[in-house]
C-alpha cells in the first residue's frame, strides 16, 4: 500500500515538474503555444479524407492579418470536426519554425487543434492538372495579377485533387453550409470563385482548369476567377435570376443565392466598417439566410481595419465568432503574452 502511495506520488512529482518546466519556457503559453511543425508531417493524411476547409495565401507575407486570422478561426469553430487546411507560400518546408519568432496571429491560428499550416508549394500542386503547361510558359514577375491568379489556379487544383470546401480569407464563417457541392451565386448569373466545394475529381472543377487555360488572360481582373466559373457554369446549366432566398440547382451543383455569402453587395462593403444600422439587425433577421459573411477585402484599399470599442458591424462578429482573434489580436494587441520575453 506504502509502496503504491509512492509510486503515485512519484509520477504525480515527475508530472507536475514536467509542467513547471513547460511553463518557465514560455510563460503565459502552457500548452497553447505548441511548436506548429508538429502538426506539418500529417497534412497530406489529414487532407486525403476530402472534408477539409481550404485557406490560401499566394503572397509571401507570413503574418496573417486580424481579418485572415478571424476568418481561419470562425471557419475552425463551425467545423470544429473538420481539418482546416491553411497553405502559405512564404511557408518553406524546409525553414525549421521556432514558435517564439512567428507572429500573434499564427502562434494563435495553429494552437487550434484542426488547424494545419502548411506551404504552398504551386510546382507540386499543379503535377497532372492542366495547369501545369500553363504554369511553366508563364513569367510571373510579368503578371501584373500574379497573387490572385496563381490564387485562382491554386484552389482549382487543391479542389480537383482533394475535394473540399475553398474559402477566401475575407470570409466570416457563422453557420454550416448544408451542402457538398456547389458554387455561390455573387449575383443572379454572375458565380463568385471565392467560396465553393466539391467532391475530388469532380468534372466541373476539370472543365474550369482547362478553360483557365485555354482561355487565358491575366490582365482583365476576375477573367480567371469569378468569371472562369461563370462561363464555365453556363456551359452546363441554364441560370435563371433569383426571386428571393432560393437556391438553384443544376447537374447535381447547387448554385447558392447571393445572400448566402453576400447579404451585403460589394458597393455596400464599407457597412461592415460602420456600426450596424438598426434597421437592419444583425443578431436577428439579416444574416439569417447566410451561411458565411464576404468581407469584400479587395475593395478596401483604405485598410478599413476594426477598433476595440467602435462597435461596428465587423467588431460585433469578431466578438461573436472569431473571440481569440477578437481578444489576442485587436484587444491585447500591444500586450501579446506570446511576444513577453
Ligand atoms: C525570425 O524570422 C525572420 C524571418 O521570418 C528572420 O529574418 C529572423 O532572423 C528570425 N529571428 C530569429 C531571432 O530567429
Ligand atoms: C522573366 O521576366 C524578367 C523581367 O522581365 C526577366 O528578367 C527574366 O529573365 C524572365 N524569366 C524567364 C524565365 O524568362
Ligand atoms: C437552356 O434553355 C434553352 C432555351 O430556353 C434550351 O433550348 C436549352 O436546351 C437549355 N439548356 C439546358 C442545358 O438546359
Ligand atoms: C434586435 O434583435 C434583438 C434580439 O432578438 C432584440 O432584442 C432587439 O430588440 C432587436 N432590435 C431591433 C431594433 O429590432
Ligand atoms: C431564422 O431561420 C430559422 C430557421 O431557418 C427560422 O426558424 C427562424 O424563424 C428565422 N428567424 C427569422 C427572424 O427570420
Known sequence: MLRK??????????????????????PGCLFSCMPIAKKLPTFK?????????????????LEPSPLVSCSVESAARIYHDRPIVFFMKGLKSNIRWDPKNTSTAFSLLSALKNVFIVPLQMETLLQKTPLLSWYHKVNETQEKNWVHVSSDASRLAIIWKYGGLYMDTDIISIRPIPVKTFIAAQAS?????????FPHHHSFIWHCM????????????????????TRVLKTLCNLSNFKAVEDQCCRKIFFLNPQRFYPI?????????????????????YFNDSYALHLWNYMNQQQKAVVAGSNT????????????TYKKLILDRHRSVCKRE
Open 265 to 285: 453587395p460589394y458597393p455596400l462593403w464599407e457597412k461592415y466598417y460602420e456600426v450596424w444600422d438598426i434597421h437592419l439587425n444583425f443578431s436577428d433577421s
Open 5 to 26: 502511495i509512492q509510486i503515485l506520488l512519484g509520477v504525480f512529482f515527475v508530472f507536475a515538474f514536467g509542467i513547471l518546466y513547460e511553463f518557465s519556457r514560455h
Open 45 to 61: 493524411g489529414v487532407i486525403s479524407q476530402g472534408n477539409s476547409i481550404i485557406f490560401l495565401e499566394t503572397t509571401d507575407r
Open 210 to 229: 482547362k478553360n483557365f487555360v485555354e482561355n487565358y488572360n491575366a490582365d482583365i481582373w476576375g477573367h480567371q476567377g469569378p468569371y472562369l466559373m
Open 189 to 197: 448569373q454572375v458565380a463568385s470563385n471565392g467560396i465553393f466545394s
Open 313 to 324: 458591424l465587423a467588431e460585433n462578429l469578431y466578438k461573436t465568432y472569431c473571440p481569440i
